[in-house]
């Protein structure tokens, strides 16, 4: 298995971010050094991009490319940095192995995600969380809701756990759809994890989405919304510089911004018709 790293300048890494993910579609590790930003993808040998399209990608803003060769257990090793996160003072989402000091939390998300992305710790995730949750709290009849590229599946146990239903959870990936699974039977929750790929099928109708997905697979999105439109949106994965142009794409359909959230260069916004 191959890490593939490009290391560019702070101040180049959004429009840097931006190119890769056209070229990885499946998103990037996120790292900030010191004086840098790094992107790295994972694969086999023959499966990753080539170093010329990465340094296109970059452009002026590379610093360095970094290709290690690393252990063929490398998808279990998230064990040593998953640890509990908190979103606000009543959600925590954790591994099973981690309860001391969550006991207090309101609502518990047990997630082991093994070879699945998506543990609460991203940025796009924990505001993800916190949309939903403040949607909950404002008190609206729970509704059926489908997660667009759910990963391990945390936003649909989310939903799930707060009364949404019913709740579908859809990935291309199999370690993910089988990971969602797994989750749900962990948190006692019930989930239709099912595989299905955005790019060439259409997503499933429900009154709330979840897509924490990169911003060309939100836009890609937008001329393939179900005949029975969602009457909410909950978006991320994009950059902070990314969200206008998302909005404006969906505002088309009727949307219109409810709210929005930042942390660093990510963003998240929640749209309702």
């Known amino acids: 298995m191959i890490r593939l790293a490009v290391r560019c300048r702070p101040e180049q890494a959004e429009r840097v971010l931006a190119e890769l993910v056209e070229i990885v579609p499946g998103g990037v590790e996120e790292e900030i050094g010191d004086g840098y930003v790094e992107y790295a993808i994972y694969g086999p040998p023959g499966e990753i991009p080539e170093l010329p399209a990465l340094e296109v990608a970059a452009g002026d803003g590379l610093v360095e490319i970094l290709t290690t060769e690393i252990p063929d257990d490398w998808a279990d090793r998230w064990r040593d940095f998953h640890e ?32 699945a992305f998506g543990t609460g710790a991203h940025a796009t995730t924990s505001l993800c969380l ?14 059926p809701v489908v997660d667009l590229g ?24 199999i370690p993910a759809v089988e ?10 929750v019930e989930i239709a994890a099912e595989r299905l790929n955005l790019r060439q099928q259409a997503a499933p109708s429900a009154s709330l989405w979840l897509a924490n997905l990169t911003a060309p697979i939100l836009l890609e999105l937008v001329p393939r919304l179900p005949e029975e439109l969602p009457s909410t949106l909950i978006l991320s994965g994009m950059l902070c510089a990314e ?7 969906f505002a088309g359909s009727g949307y219109e911004v409810e709210a929005r959230r930042e942390r660093g260069d990510w963003a998240a916004l929640r749209l309702t018709r």
């Open 179 to 188: 990971a969602t699974a797994t989750n749900a039977e962990l948190n006692g």
């Open 130 to 143: 916190e949309l939903l949750l403040e949607l909950a709290d404002a008190g609206p009849e729970r509704c």
């Open 243 to 249: 969200t206008e142009a998302v909005a404006a794409a």
């Open 84 to 115: 509990p996160v908190w979103i606000g003072k009543r959600l925590v989402v954790r591994p099973s192995w981690e309860s001391e000091a969550t006991g207090s939390a309101e609502i518990e998300i047990v997630i082991d995600p093994g070879r």
């Open 150 to 173: 759910t990963g391990s599946g945390v936003l649909a146990i989310a939903a799930a756990r707060l009364g949404f239903s019913p709740v579908t959870a859809i990935d291309h990936e």
